[in-house]
């Protein structure tokens, strides 16, 4: 713990705006309209904005080895227009590598395909620091278990209960976003290019939790929004209320 700690302190300490965690480990590249995009492209595009042209700050962390007990990748970081990088190797904990740069005004973004409850252990074993927001751009993560657990670590909560298109959240667009107003901006940005360029169901929801037990009879409580856009064939066959958190009847 201590020697990663240590790594990262020749980064100055101050707080970063947005945390970003790339689960590469698998492929997440995507289609829209039948033409591949490379997700690292689309990271390289936002490290390339935040050098040239943001006041905002931001840290990235891209898991390239994922073995389940152990996490490997790298690290970069943009402040004032400056890149620094730095990898990690065999890491059980991902909290080490942004401990030092969060405070309650951080919003933290979760990319991959759907994460497990391990691995979401692993990005925030060993604190209960609060985020300003969490969002996941993965599958079928609104679930009742994990709304429960994540809620420990943030009162603003944008998940989705469906399938969600890898191309759902916009990371350019990170840089024209205020942090202060940054949450219910990005869930309809997000949604807006998405129903754009999926032929799919849309669906992700806002939560603000109040570090209580959510059930399935009191979920729609912490409800904030909930954005949903049905497919023409779920159109005909299914009705908004198929869109609940997941363990709900």
């Known amino acids: 713990m201590f020697k990663y700690l240590f790594l990262f302190l020749c980064f100055n300490l101050f707080s970063i705006d947005f945390i970003i965690i790339s689960d590469m480990s698998q492929n997440i590249d995507y289609f829209v309209s039948g033409k591949e995009h490379k997700y690292k492209k689309d990271l390289k595009n936002l490290y390339k904005a935040f050098e040239s042209e943001s006041n905002n700050s931001i840290l990235s962390i891209e898991i390239e080895e994922n073995d389940r007990n152990f996490l490997s990748g790298r690290v970069i970081k943009i402040e004032n227009n400056i890149k620094t990088k730095k990898t ?18 951080t919003h933290l ?87 754009e360029i999926s032929k799919s169901n849309v669906a992700f929801s806002l939560f603000y939790l109040r570090d209580k037990k959510i059930t399935c ?13 049905l497919s023409k064939f779920e159109r005909r066959e299914k009705n908004h209320s198929s869109f609940k958190v997941k363990g709900c009847n």
């Open 217 to 229: 009879h009191n979920y729609i409580d912490f409800l904030e929004d909930n954005f949903v856009k």
């Open 88 to 105: 990690f190797k065999k890491v059980t904990s991902l909290s080490d590598l942004y401990l030092p740069f969060i405070t309650n005004e």
């Open 109 to 195: 973004i979760l990319h991959g395909h759907t994460f497990e409850r391990n691995l979401l252990s692993q990005f925030f074993q060993g604190h209960r620091r609060y985020f300003n927001s969490i969002s996941l751009s993965a599958c079928q993560m609104a679930t009742l278990e994990n709304i429960n657990y994540l809620q420990h670590y943030t009162s603003k909560l944008l998940i989705s209960s469906q399938n969600v298109h890898l191309a759902h959240f916009d990371l350019v667009k990170l840089i024209d976003l205020s942090p202060r107003s940054f949450i219910k901006d990005f869930m309809q940005m997000s949604f807006n290019r998405l129903t």
